[in-house]
């Protein structure tokens, strides 16, 4: 990289992080752009309540206002997906964690990450970010064990998605700026453990990532508003 390009890089970061201290003390809020009730039923998946854990209400900061939803959703071949949804509250900074920042916190090692599109039909084309992840355990019989999860996640604001962190604080910068709002963005993640051997096998997977793009499919007109354009920002 020349000199050049560097001093350019670092104008870029000193002006991003100084406009830190020029965002607005008190911001309007735009309508929130997701319906906090996970529906019972999304197609042939039925869904039951699940709670989040004390510290992730802690650190995601439900003292600012940080809303939560979390459902496990099973079919009829015994399945479960876990769909889960923080709205953020004033404190953007704690409200909205990506996935990459808090699963090695958990004791996941991301090993494969990736935007993917997912056809919602007539609602148009949603990208998402896919991870895929895995956790070393260890059983009672003190035999090691490796569990693999597959993720899914996006952002929707008042009227857009982005399934990029860094797109969608930009976008949050530019309207607390230009504009003196919040969007109170929502962090959408759909999450499955894989079965045992289903790392070894190419067709289980795609069956699993067939039935979580179909269960977004169907989840996302039950919880995303009319306001919220399903085109993509990336």
Request: no cysteine; net charge neutral; proline share 9%.
């Given at each position: 990289m020349t000199t050049k390009h560097l001093a350019i890089l670092l104008a870029v970061l000193l002006?991003?992080?100084?406009?830190?201290?020029?965002?607005?003390?008190?911001?309007?809020?735009?309508?929130?752009?997701?319906?906090?009730?996970?529906?019972?039923m999304v197609g042939g998946w039925y869904g039951r309540?699940?709670?989040f854990s004390e510290k992730e209400r802690t650190v995601l900061g439900e003292d600012a206002g940080t809303e939560?939803?979390?459902?496990?959703?099973?079919n009829g071949a015994g399945f479960e997906i876990i769909a889960s949804v923080v709205l953020s509250g004033e404190d953007m900074s704690r409200s909205i964690h990506r996935p990459e920042r808090c699963m090695p916190a958990q004791g996941f090692t991301i090993i494969d990450k990736g935007a993917v599109?997912?056809?919602?039909?007539?609602?148009?084309?949603?990208?998402v970010t896919r991870l895929q992840n895995v956790r070393n355990v260890t059983e009672e019989s003190g035999k090691s064990l490796a569990l693999y999860n597959v993720t899914y996640y996006w952002f929707v604001g008042h009227t857009v998605t982005t399934s990029s962190h860094i797109v969608r604080t930009w976008l949050d910068m530019k309207d607390r700026l230009l504009h003196g709002y919040n969007q109170r963005w929502a962090y959408v993640t759909v999450a499955a453990q894989w079965p045992p051997g289903a790392e070894q096998?190419?067709?289980?997977?795609?069956?699993?990532?067939d039935w979580m793009k179909d269960f977004i499919k169907q989840l996302v007109p039950k919880i995303q508003k009319d306001s919220v354009q399903i085109a993509s920002v990336n």
């Open positions: 002006v991003g992080l100084g406009s830190v201290f020029l965002l607005p003390h008190h911001l309007g809020f735009q309508p929130v752009g997701v319906e906090m009730n996970l529906p019972k309540d699940l709670d939560f939803a979390r459902k496990a959703y099973h599109p997912v056809a919602l039909g007539d609602h148009g084309l949603l990208r096998d190419p067709r289980a997977q795609r069956v699993i990532d």
